[in-house]
């Protein structure tokens, strides 16, 4: 099932009623139809005037769907998320906590390896030079010692943007259409990995003691160059001095439903990290020895 994305940018009241999400300008006092509550996946409130019932908040979370609240700037600021999102939570958070170093470091270097194919694959798309990106994928060792990952993005964000151009948590294009992208989808990913049963502090590499979502930004990595095409293709048909603009945000929210190419047929990116959050739990019992992660169609 392929789960919605609902954005609620001006002020509203959000209420629940025979098990769908009731959606009321406040501006006008007008009722703007309603939404099936399992067939959301994700909510994102980007507007201080937005009031959002305790019923309905209960029912998103029962549900599985995350709650994303933005700030000022209309950047995701912070997530409510289900602390119960598989019946067999517990058993599978203790194989979770046994996996072994060694595991954990083949598993990073999977991600790694994923992250730079797929960052090849965008550049060779634009026709752009990509070539050095083979030579970075076949360097990755275990856990990545030798951070052929950091290597690898030196090298893509030069051809992508410019030599000049410096990733960060800035509010100016591009960097800011990659931060919003990236915030969704961290929480599409966090989504996926609870409803799979893991525990989210517990990553493969990241381990910041601040951070309650290592496991979510370990397996994003490989489809951050997805967010990229998608602000590529914003910034295509779109001056710099537009700025940040609704349009904007609503092209970066399409990343959810975007197809990738999951082995022979096309999958909605959604989909995609669900298969990926599954084949990382299956590779923690044992089962599988791969992670699934999509390629560019």
């Given at each position: 099932?392929?789960?919605?994305?609902?954005?609620?940018?001006?002020?509203?009241?959000?209420?629940l009623k025979d098990r769908?999400?009731?959606?009321?300008?406040?501006?006008?006092?007008?009722?703007?139809?309603?939404?099936?509550?399992?067939?959301?996946?994700?909510?994102?409130?980007?507007?201080?005037?937005?009031?959002?019932?305790?019923?309905?908040?209960?029912?998103?979370?029962?549900?599985?769907?995350?709650i994303v609240s933005c700030?000022?700037?209309?950047?995701?600021?912070?997530?409510?998320?289900?602390?119960?999102?598989?019946?067999?939570?517990?058993?599978?958070?203790?194989?979770?906590?046994?996996?072994?170093?060694?595991?954990?470091?083949?598993?990073?270097?999977?991600?790694?390896?994923?992250?730079?194919?797929?960052?090849?694959?965008?550049?060779?798309?634009?026709?752009?030079?990509?070539?050095?990106?083979?030579?970075?994928?076949?360097?990755?060792?275990?856990?990545?010692?030798?951070?052929?990952?950091?290597?690898?993005?030196r090298y893509y964000w030069?051809?992508?943007?410019?030599?000049?151009?410096?990733?960060?948590?800035?509010?100016?294009?591009?960097?800011?259409?990659?931060?919003?992208?990236?915030?969704?989808?961290?929480?599409?990913?966090?989504?996926?990995?609870?409803?799979?049963?893991?525990?989210?502090?517990?990553?493969?590499?990241?381990?910041?003691?601040?951070?309650?979502?290592?496991?979510?930004?370990?397996?994003?990595?490989?489809?951050?160059?997805?967010?990229?095409?998608?602000?590529?293709?914003?910034?295509?048909?779109?001056?710099?001095?537009?700025?940040?603009?609704?349009?904007?945000?609503?092209?970066?929210?399409?990343?959810?439903?975007?197809?990738?190419?999951?082995?022979?047929?096309?999958?909605?990116?959604?989909?995609?990290?669900?298969?990926?959050?599954?084949?990382?739990?299956?590779?923690?019992?044992?089962?599988?020895?791969?992670?699934?992660?999509?390629?560019?169609?």
């Amino acid at each position: 099932m392929l789960y919605r994305t609902v954005y609620i940018g001006n002020p509203a009241i959000l209420r629940l009623k025979d098990r769908q999400m009731r959606i009321r300008t406040t501006a006008d006092d007008m009722d703007l139809g309603s939404i099936p509550v399992e067939d959301i996946g994700l909510v994102i409130i980007d507007h201080s005037w937005v009031t959002i019932t305790q019923g309905l908040i209960q029912a998103l979370v029962e549900n599985n769907a995350v709650i994303v609240s933005c700030d000022q700037s209309h950047m995701p600021l912070g997530m409510m998320i289900s602390e119960r999102g598989h019946t067999e939570c517990s058993e599978r958070i203790k194989v979770q906590v046994e996996a072994s170093d060694a595991l954990k470091k083949q598993l990073w270097s999977q991600i790694v390896k994923a992250k730079l194919s797929r960052q090849r694959e965008l550049l060779c798309r634009l026709s752009l030079p990509y070539e050095p990106m083979d030579d970075y994928v076949r360097m990755v060792k275990p856990g990545d010692e030798t951070n052929m990952e950091g290597v690898g993005a030196r090298y893509y964000w030069g051809r992508l943007f410019s030599e000049d151009f410096r990733r960060g948590q800035t509010d100016d294009l591009p960097n800011v259409l990659l931060n919003y992208g990236y915030a969704v989808l961290r929480a599409t990913v966090a989504r996926a990995l609870t409803s799979t049963g893991l525990l989210l502090v517990l990553g493969l590499f990241h381990r910041n003691k601040y951070n309650p979502y290592c496991l979510a930004d370990d397996l994003m990595e490989p489809f951050r160059p997805f967010i990229d095409a998608l602000a590529i293709e914003w910034l295509a048909d779109h001056a710099l001095e537009e700025g940040f603009t609704k349009e904007a945000r609503a092209h970066m929210l399409q990343c959810a439903t975007m197809d990738v190419r999951a082995g022979d047929k096309l999958s909605p990116l959604l989909v995609a990290v669900r298969d990926a959050a599954s084949s990382l739990y299956a590779c923690y019992t044992g089962r599988k020895r791969k992670l699934v992660f999509p390629s560019f169609p």
